[in-house]
């Protein structure tokens, strides 16, 4: 680290330390020792082949000494035995992943390892134990081109520990780990197109089942019902709130709880008209906000996060935030960075191996600092509620909540606690924020960057609604451009490009295979809202999918940005009803374009969602 000290591209930092030390660490353990347990299953299974390597052990090095590097070349049997376990072991079957360097978009390639060591043009009986493989005529040992199971000797990426060491690495585990949400999120159609719409996933954690394109993940998701509502446990999730809240909840209390927050949401006026007021006082002041900026560059990013959090704070906590309460801010900054992290390599690395993860240092650490914010401001919200609580006369979900924990003391499985309490509120509160507002984000850059789409918004909402009252939800049916337009950048934007994973509750079938209980599944939501058999230009932006010959606007079913089934988006109706007015208000009030000499990048940032990269944008009273 001291020497090279301009080279930062090197990675001589504290970071790559830890996760070099990782990677030995794991890469030098695994893969040996589980090529030992091979050796000692054909030592019993064999046990001729047992005798003859001990008869050569005895007769070579006898019994009063160990038996040392400088005998294996009068030991061939023995040595022959040891290749032939680690060929027949195949204990990296598909290799690690590599990715094209050049002239490629980040191509994930496979080089098949189980292809090689059971090559039939290699091996004369590649399916038998049979150290014959690696032995001569006379008895001597015998090298064989095909024995590969460190990977390719010339390759870059082989073994770093391998032959010499006589462990089994392959690679670097950081790349892949780094690379598996994307490598996912990209390369799972690619694959899906080869091996059909059902693929099993296995990244050195549990297997995945990923399932295909809009036909198969609809009919799993609906036709699964029950059976696939379940949550896996994540260990970065558990070790933070265990299996509380609405979110990754599963079973009874997750029932009782869905159930009773999309009552009391209901009741308070989500998805209905009555809700549309508070709204209406939000959009009023996030356009007061953004005219403050008079036309100059800034990131709406916060002002978005802090106006969508608003809507469902009056709900949960009974009150909003001002746009300078810095308190608030920060802890919106740290939702949005708490999010991002759980969704890099840390948390997966986490969820690989926690015993460890939770030794090392490292980002993730960070992120239960900043969960664990979050937490004590809800908590800090939920106990103050407790002081004035008044049954008579509730104010929002928390007072309801409050009740009902009097109502159901008896049925503690239901979950209806004030711990639960706290995560449920925060659970509201994050997918209530920043799913919404990130959305609002790349609406807001998508217009920049077609701006004949954005005066097209325009026109319809001068002519529909006129400049001297706001949007309003009665108007969306006589709006079809911008509703199209809306639900394009839903569809595009693309911000939970994986779902959130669900469980099997019970063994199941999915297509002809056998899915074991618990076992986790994700309906994938980038292949549904680009699948190529759905929508005519997937890969463009284009309202056009959203409207008919007339220009009507027209449904389409694999329109699922809210996934489906069971446990389909809690906050689809709210999200609805905020993603059209606040983007209709903004458009009426603002036209938005890119600072001079920027021309907008549709790059992204992937955390737990997909976001925009941070860009600035300038907004010009209309
Ligand atoms: C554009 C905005 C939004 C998008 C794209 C979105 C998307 C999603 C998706 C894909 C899921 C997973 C569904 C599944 O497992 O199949 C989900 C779950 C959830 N969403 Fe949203 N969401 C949005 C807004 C909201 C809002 C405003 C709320 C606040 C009420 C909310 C609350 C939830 C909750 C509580 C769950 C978990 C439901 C459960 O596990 O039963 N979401 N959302």
């Avoid at 994986?498 to 002809?512: F, H, K, M, S």
């Avoid at 074991?516 to 997937?538: C, M, N, Q, R």
């Avoid at 209709?584 to 790059?603: H, I």
Wanted: charged fraction near 25%; include cysteine; hydrophobic fraction near 35%.
């Amino acid at each position: 680290m001291e020497k090279p000290k301009d080279d930062t591209n090197a990675g001589f930092d504290e970071e790559t330390l830890c996760f070099s030390t990782l990677d030995l660490f794991i890469g030098g353990t695994e893969t040996a020792s589980t090529t030992l347990c091979w050796g000692l299953l054909y030592m019993i299974k064999y046990p001729e082949i047992q005798a003859k390597v001990q008869e050569e052990i005895d007769r070579v090095v006898g019994g009063s000494r160990q038996p040392s590097l400088s005998d294996k070349d009068n030991m061939p049997y023995t040595n022959a035995v040891i290749h032939e376990i680690q060929r027949i072991g195949n204990t990296v079957p598909l290799n690690l992943v590599r990715a094209t360097v050049k002239e490629t978009q980040s191509t994930a390639v496979i080089c098949s390892l189980t292809s090689v060591l059971f090559d039939e043009s290699e091996w004369e009986t590649p399916h038998s134990f049979n150290p014959g493989h690696f032995l001569d005529a006379e008895g001597k040992f015998r090298r064989r081109d095909a024995f590969l199971p460190f990977s390719l000797v010339t390759g870059e990426r082989e073994c770093v520990l391998g032959s010499n060491w006589h462990g089994w690495s392959c690679s670097s585990f950081s790349p892949l780990c780094c690379s598996a949400s994307l490598f996912l999120h990209q390369q799972v159609a690619k694959f899906a197109e080869k091996y059909g719409d059902i693929l099993s996933i296995r990244f050195l954690g549990p297997r995945i089942v990923m399932l295909n394109g809009y036909k198969r993940v609809k009919e799993v998701y609906l036709q699964q019902g029950d059976n696939l509502a379940g949550r896996p446990v994540l260990p970065m999730i558990y070790d933070m709130a265990e299996d509380k809240g609405l979110v990754v909840a599963s079973g009874y209390k997750w029932k009782q709880q869905r159930r009773f927050a999309l009552s009391t949401l209901r009741n308070f006026g989500l998805g209905k008209k009555s809700l549309e007021p508070s709204i209406h006082l939000e959009c009023t002041f996030l356009n007061e906000a953004i005219s403050n900026e008079h036309g100059q560059p800034f990131n709406p990013q916060i002002l978005l996060n802090n106006a969508v959090s608003n809507v469902i704070c009056v709900l949960v906590f009974g009150h909003r935030f001002e746009y300078s309460d810095n308190d608030f801010q920060s802890l919106l900054k740290n939702i949005n960075e708490a999010m991002f992290l759980d969704g890099r390599v840390w948390a997966q690395l986490y969820n690989m191996f926690p015993w460890l993860m939770r030794r090392v240092p490292g980002p993730h650490k960070k992120s239960f600092v900043l969960w664990q914010k979050v937490i004590d401001f809800v908590r800090e919200k939920v106990n103050a509620h407790r002081v004035d609580y008044d049954q008579s006369n509730p104010r929002d979900y928390i007072d309801c909540f409050l009740a009902e924990m009097e109502k159901l003391k008896d049925d503690t499985a239901a979950g209806f606690d004030v711990e639960n309490l706290c995560i449920c509120s925060l659970d509201l509160f994050v997918a209530g924020t920043e799913t919404t507002s990130t959305t609002l984000y790349w609406g807001l850059l998508y217009m920049m960057k077609y701006p004949e789409i954005q005066a097209k918004v325009q026109e319809e909402i001068d002519r529909v609604v006129g400049g001297s009252r706001q949007p309003s939800l009665s108007d969306k049916d006589n709006m079809p451009y911008t509703n199209a337009v809306i639900h394009e950048i839903q569809r595009i934007g693309n911000i939970v490009p994986l779902n959130l994973p669900r469980a099997t509750v019970e063994d199941t079938q999915i297509g002809t295979y056998f899915i074991p209980k618990g076992t986790a599944v994700i309906g994938s939501l980038t292949s549904v809202l680009f699948d190529e058999s759905e929508w005519e230009t997937p890969h463009s932006f284009n309202p056009g999918h959203f409207l008919d010959a007339e220009g009507k606007f027209r449904r389409r079913d694999a329109f699922l940005p809210f996934s489906l089934g069971k446990r389909v988006c809690l906050g689809e109706q709210l999200a609805r009803m905020e993603l059209f007015l606040f983007f209709s208000s903004l458009l009426q009030r603002f036209t938005f374009s890119s600072p001079a000499g920027v021309e907008p990048s549709l790059d992204y940032k992937l955390g737990t969602t997909r976001c925009p990269q941070p860009y600035k944008l300038c907004a010009v009273s209309r």
